[in-house]
């Protein structure tokens, strides 16, 4: 998912707050207009929260997913046996050879046409957003859609704290493309204008939901361990992981201070594309 930096994604830790990372992706789906959809596909599909959420919403659609991290498909499969998941990063399945998989579309299910492309949390990871979106325009069915829900949150604090510890720390040379894993997001008025040409209709919004996270500023650390702060560990020994987490983790009992009961709000800015072809 990240160019230059191996991951290690892990089912377990991400749906250790899957009430939470669930609600955006049941929102932007509720946002979609009644469409006829025959096939659907989940891009990055992690472990299948999102994909089921896609398959509940269109019943009688043949619905599947892909994702990047073996453990992730895995935790897929368990969850939804009767949906057909692939090892495979987004950018690889964007750049498949269209006409020959129209030719082995018995051979190997996914392709498209599709009546709705489900992207859940994973392009802010790929770059190039000026050819990547209108590219999975171009693998919509006419009157399909696209439904993307991308995180918004790197001016946040526990982002902004990720890369400034890891610059101060003695590992700084080794996290310096950590900080440039994910690129900050364009505007709203960008998307609409890349996608608008494109398509019959384009709705573009902006969200923060503040999370209630039990367990105080720990919980923020947790959260974060299954997803942004991946990039800055992976690269780190164990020694040198858990000096980065103990740094990391008193910046962020500052940045976000408990409530009265314990528990801490996380605010999380996420933008939401809808796009109709």
Known sequence: MVVGVELSWSA???LAFEDERTRPVRDLLAALPQIQVRSGIDLGCGPGNSTEALAAQFPVAEISGIDSSPDMIQAAQRRLPGVRFRVLDVEAWCSEDRRGELRRSNAKPGFGPFGVILANAVLQWLPNHAQLLPALVGRLASGGALAVQMPDNLDEPAHRLMREVGAAGPWAGKLAAAATARAAL???AWYYELLRPLCAKVDVWRTTYYHSLPGGAGAVVEWFKGSGLLPF???LGDAERAAYLTQYSAAISRAYPA?????????FPRLFIVAIR
Do not use: R
């Open 186 to 188: 364009a505007g709203a």
């Open 259 to 267: 409530l009265a009961d314990g528990s801490v709000l996380l605010p």
């Open 12 to 14: 377990k830790q991400y």
């Open 233 to 235: 560990l992976e690269p």
